[in-house]
């Protein structure tokens, strides 16, 4: 069972690897157009919540590259380095985005809703996964309650995990939708720059569809196994 996780987990993490290396190619094309507004994500950030009404959300500069996201806990916008002060169509696309998941937020979009309320799950889920990983390959070869035991554990961990992965799906292509759809309304990014922006959000989802996909096939595989080991 666990040499076959760590197959898929082995496989998933390459494909994941050349996803981000893309994205990451594609963000530094575009982070070599100047945005035409004379904006950078930080200001792009502040019109979007404005445009939105939003007044309680906080644009604040994170550390890390390509480290931005939106906290809902404490409504902050966090944009790593490059996209806060970033003059440019990749600073403009990301920060929209995040800003996106904001506008998500004070419209109670239910997804962004779920999303929230599992992350304390899925991170005792994640935990469970990695007790699983260790200690797995000693308990190959016991009988067969232990194993199946174990197997039905370690489907409900994953279960969690895909669910998780899921609905992060949603949330995250709404979010760029709202961003793109801002973009090319208040004129902040339009013509070449908003496809610039659409082609950079684009390749962000596919991130996020790698991470669900891997999370499905080793869900898929674990009932693969306990169904297995029924016959």
Partial sequence: ???GLIIISVVFA???WLLNSRLRSVF???ARVPLASGMNGAQVAHAMLRHYGIDDVRIVAGQGKLSDH???ATKTVNLSP???QGYNVSAASVAAHECGHAVQHATAYAALGLRSKLVPVVNVS???QQYLFM???MLIGANSYFGNTLLVIAIAAFSITALFALITLPVEFDASRRALAWLDSSGTAV??????AKTTLWWAAMTYVAAALAAVTQLLFLLARLLGSRD
């Fill in 14 to 16: 390459g494909i994941g």
């Fill in 1 to 3: 069972m666990y040499i």
């Fill in 191 to 196: 013509g070449i720059e908003h496809e610039g």
């Fill in 126 to 128: 994640a935990q469970l």
């Fill in 70 to 72: 939106y906290n809902p």
């Fill in 135 to 137: 200690f797995g390959f």
């Fill in 82 to 84: 490059e996209v806060y």
């Fill in 28 to 30: 530094a094309k575009y």
